[in-house]
């Protein structure tokens, strides 16, 4: 702020005042917050700025009230996630990775801030309800803890939403996988094959689902269903459901189970849950298994391998069993593209392809792992191929073959990742090779 602003807000004793000052003045009269409303509350207290300090403390008076407070200056591109600890201190994470401010909020700044932030997400946030998850008008996910489960002041985790829609050819760029592993990502979406999203928290599993989705064809129609809208989509026909929390008297929840139930009507070309996470997995690999092809969602894991557990753990909040499971996932969902995230870098780690082993129980094979700048096959690979009935050519210094449209060429026998690495039946896999 200039030294005329920062002379004009010392001598209204502190911004806190004045921010009440605005708030009374907007239950008399609702509104935006503009430069006349300002002029009109200094006024009523004698006071008077100069055009350029009206304008700089209208824009911080509004950050106050219908942003993100004391936060929104560092809400700026490239910043991925704003935290606030319960000591007060305020973390980034963006390209440099998760990293301190030199900002610290007090307990009573704190506590404002997360039940404004979640009053205006449409959701309650105090003493006898001390969590929230929202998504506010501003399209960022909002948590909140309030103490006493918080050992101090309230902890605030806000995930803003990226400046602009990454594609697939932006997330290459960004360096998250090569030419070789996109041309079997945009294999994945034409060919219509049920696929998972997977890694931890903060690796880019809803960017590049979006991002993948955003190259099916437009004449498909995708329903999306989440928790918390989150799944950007560049695409013409994209249908969004948002489950519901519970109101003050506990009434009035819709779950994502009821959703998926409900998107089965609504003429889906494609079914995509934002993220698995409970017992609605049921509905959808049932789904899945009545004809509608090229599902997909996200699902948290430490690596592809991990995901049958991780599916069998949500499964059994649904009723299913181990075996029945299995059976389900068998034959309604077969890729899983896996992603982590290392030095602030998010990267493609791995694709895999989900199978019922002999004894009936899932299991994750590795068909593809990026490494150094090549795409390693493993022994998934040609399994994988047979799935995709398309020729995707791996070496990194080759483009894969594509017709006018875009779409990659299927093949007119077996399809091979590559043809020139086929394997004999005779010849079992070796292991893996460096195309």
């Known amino acids: 702020m200039s030294t005329e602003g920062e002379q004009g807000l010392q001598e209204l004793s502190g911004l806190q005042e004045l921010l009440d000052l ?88 704190a506590r404002e801030l997360a039940v404004r932030l979640a009053t205006s997400g449409g959701r309650r946030l ?3 309800v001390p969590w929230v998850d929202a998504h506010l008008p501003s399209r960022i996910r909002f948590h909140a803890v309030l103490p006493p489960l918080s050992p101090g002041g309230a902890i605030i985790s806000l995930r803003l939403p990226a400046a602009q829609r990454l594609d697939l050819a932006d997330l290459q760029a960004l360096g998250a996988f090569t030419p070789a592993a996109r041309a079997v990502l ?68 819709v779950d994502l189970t009821a959703l998926v139930r409900q998107s089965l009507r609504m003429r889906p070309d494609r079914i995509v849950l934002g993220e698995c996470r409970g017992a609605e997995v049921r509905e959808l690999l049932q789904a899945l298994n009545t004809g509608h092809e090229g599902g997909c969602g996200t699902v948290h894991a430490n690596t592809a391998a991990d995901v049958p557990a991780r599916l069998e753990a949500l499964g059994a909040l649904g009723g299913l069993d181990r075996s029945a499971l299995a059976t389900q996932v068998a034959s309604a969902l077969q890729v899983v593209v896996h992603l982590g995230r290392h030095d602030g870098v998010r990267r493609l780690e791995e ?40 020729s995707v050519e791996l070496s990194p210094s080759t483009a894969s073959t594509r017709t ?17 690495h086929a394997r004999t039946a005779s010849a079992p896999p070796t292991g893996r090779r460096a195309v």
């Open 22 to 109: 605005v708030r009374e003045d907007l239950v008399r009269s609702p509104g935006p917050i503009d430069v006349p409303r300002i002029v009109r509350v200094l006024r009523r207290q004698g006071r008077v700025l100069g055009a350029a300090a009206t304008l700089e403390l209208t824009a911080q008076l509004r950050d106050h009230v219908d942003g993100l407070g004391p936060l929104q200056a560092l809400a700026v591109p490239g910043v991925t996630d704003l935290l606030v600890n319960d000591d007060g201190t305020v973390w980034v994470d963006d390209a440099d990775g998760l990293h301190r401010t030199a900002l610290r909020l007090g307990p009573a700044q």
């Open 186 to 253: 945009d294999a994945i979406v034409a060919a219509r094959v049920p696929f998972l999203v997977t890694g931890g928290t903060g690796t880019g599993k809803s960017t590049l689902l979006a991002a993948m989705l955003a190259t099916a064809p437009p004449t498909e129609r995708l329903v999306v269903v989440e928790d918390v809208l989150e799944l950007a989509i560049d695409h013409p026909h994209v249908v969004h459901l948002q489950s519901r929390h519970p109101n003050s008297e506990g009434a009035g929840a």
């Open 404 to 420: 006018a449209t875009g779409s990659l060429r299927p093949t007119t026998g077996r399809s091979h990742i590559p043809t020139k």
């Open 126 to 128: 105090d003493d006898a």
């Open 351 to 390: 694709i895999a392809l989900l199978e019922r082993t002999a004894d009936g129980t899932l299991t994750a094979r590795t068909a593809l792992r990026p490494e150094g700048g090549t795409l390693h096959e493993e022994p998934a690979a040609a399994a994988l191929a047979d799935r995709l009935r398309c």
